[in-house]
């Protein structure tokens, strides 16, 4: 009876710390880092480095490190590096600095690798090719783009090619000169798409991965804004099928929907307001994400709306129906993200000084607050990289 007893209480301890391990495993798979760039033209400092709790959407502080207006950040694809943009034009016109940055995922602190020019003035775009070894920056106040190398270790080389856009659009103030507004490169890395707002163009680049080379797509060089009045192409989505592309145009509020096939645009099908119906005010429309499941696609307007549009996606083509909008609780969203198990989005409101916190309904792609903030100057971008 005494060893039954012994027996079966080392069961019960083998059981139960077999629960904690997975316990324990679970509970780390839920958190992940958020990494945020912003404005240092307010209280902020620089890039802020959060442990977010995919449980119950809870942040705590975990780093910072100060750089002037890292207002776009790029992860590299193993997580091991951080490229910011500093957006200015420093030095009488010499332009702004892409800065490259290690990341220690066991206690989520930054150090400091080195900068480059960014080739340009503002830079407000940065982003990483899948080998991570060229990062792709868009300069808006000059309209050009450049490629700059990865060394081995993580720091950047200098700049090693620089596309200057030319032309105009129909919008006299925003649309006199090229504005480069970001830099997507395609899921199989053959094909680099610029939008460039100044010119009312996405332009389509062809990407060698082993040399950083671009030169323009042989068929189909670039997509044109067909918006009477100047639509200003800023940011685009993919889905995850690889088969749409979604063009979010700023000064139109819309977002374009296009067939997408083998890193080619194909024909638009689609265009749709990211407005509440009856809101004639300006947009300013500013990001937009495809949930991680592809079911729906969300956009912000940083005007006096202040909303997340929603859409629903009809996977047969692609084409969206409006779900619903969400205010955004706060004062101009620029960027926002979905957190890596899609059950949040976390919005950037730039202007009110705060991250806010909506749980997703996957059903129906709607948002609910959680009453969660993250207190912090002029949040502009977010990003994820995870603590395992």
Known sequence: ???????????????LAAFFVVFCIAATAQQNYLITGTYTTGKSEGIYVYQFNSYDGSVKAVSSVKISN?????????????????????????????????????????????????????????????????????????????????QADGSLGAVTTIIKHEGSGPHKVRQASPHVHGTFFSQDNSTLFVPDLGIDKVMIYAFDETTGKIKPAKINPFIASKKAGGAGPRHMAFHPSDKYVYILEELGGAVAVFKYKNGKIKRNTQSVST?????????????????????????????????????????????????????????????????????????ANQNSDAIVIFKVDKQTGLLTDTGNRVDVGKPVCLKWISMQ
């Open 70 to 150: 890292p207002s776009f950040v790029a992860v590299s694809a193993d997580e091991k590096y951080i490229y910011s943009v500093e957006e200015n034009a420093a030095d009488k016109g010499k332009g702004g600095y892409i800065t490259a940055f290690s990341f220690d995922r066991k206690i989520g602190t930054l150090s400091f690798l080195n900068r480059q020019p960014s080739g340009g003035d503002h830079p407000c775009y940065v982003s990483v090719d899948k080998t991570g070894r060229w990062v792709a920056a868009g300069n808006y106040t000059s309209g050009n783009l450049s490629i700059l190398p990865v």
């Open 275 to 347: 407005m509440p119906i009856g809101d004639t005010s300006f947009a300013g429309s500013a990001d937009i994400h495809v949930s991680p499941d592809g079911k729906f696609l969300y956009a912000s307007n940083r005007g006096e709306s202040n909303t997340i549009a929603i859409f629903s996606i009809n996977q047969r083509n692609g084409k969206l129906a409006l779900a619903g909008h969400q205010s955004t609780l706060g004062k101009t969203p620029r960027n926002f993200n979905f957190d890596p198990t899609g059950n949040f989005l976390l919005v």
């Open 1 to 15: 009876m005494q060893a039954y007893s012994i027996l079966a209480s080392m069961k019960y301890k083998i059981l």
